[in-house]
């Protein structure tokens, strides 16, 4: 059976994407780019490979979370997104027939039974699994 091995990221939504990622900066310390910021960390199993967790404030009329209305999405990663998505469908999930493949490695999205968006990541071969 396929599984999440971790948190990939948190997206959410705000009113001003600027003015949060200087309050975070200025208050958390979280320095971020126009897209957010990646917090690193190294797998408990091998250290030597390192894993990334995405924060990412997105603009309030954002249609990225779409067709659902919440002001977040988790983003979680997986070993293998083909397996993952496969075996979400066989279990009648709602499952998004687009899938990106990037340099930042695979994405897919599904619904849970309530409806919320969540997003499914494979990171690149190089990153942590």
Do not use: C, H
């Not at 659902?68 to 499952?95: E, I, S």
Request: aromatic share 14%; net charge negative; hydrophobic share 40%.
């Amino acid at each position: 059976m396929e599984r999440v091995t971790g948190i990939g990221g948190v997206l959410f939504k705000t009113e001003d994407p600027k003015a949060m990622r200087e309050w975070y900066a200025q208050n958390l310390g979280i320095a971020a780019e126009e897209w957010g910021a990646v917090f690193e960390w190294r797998e408990n199993d091998d250290p030597s490979k390192v894993g990334q967790t995405a924060w990412s404030p997105m603009k309030a009329d954002s249609t990225y979370f779409d067709p659902t209305t919440a002001p977040f999405m988790l983003n979680y990663r997986v070993r293998d997104l083909d397996a993952m998505l496969a075996q979400l469908r066989a279990a009648g999930a709602w499952v998004d027939e687009k899938v990106s493949d990037s340099e930042f490695g695979k994405f897919g999205w599904a619904r849970d039974p309530e409806g919320r968006r969540f997003e499914l990541w494979q990171p690149p071969a190089n990153e942590a699994e």
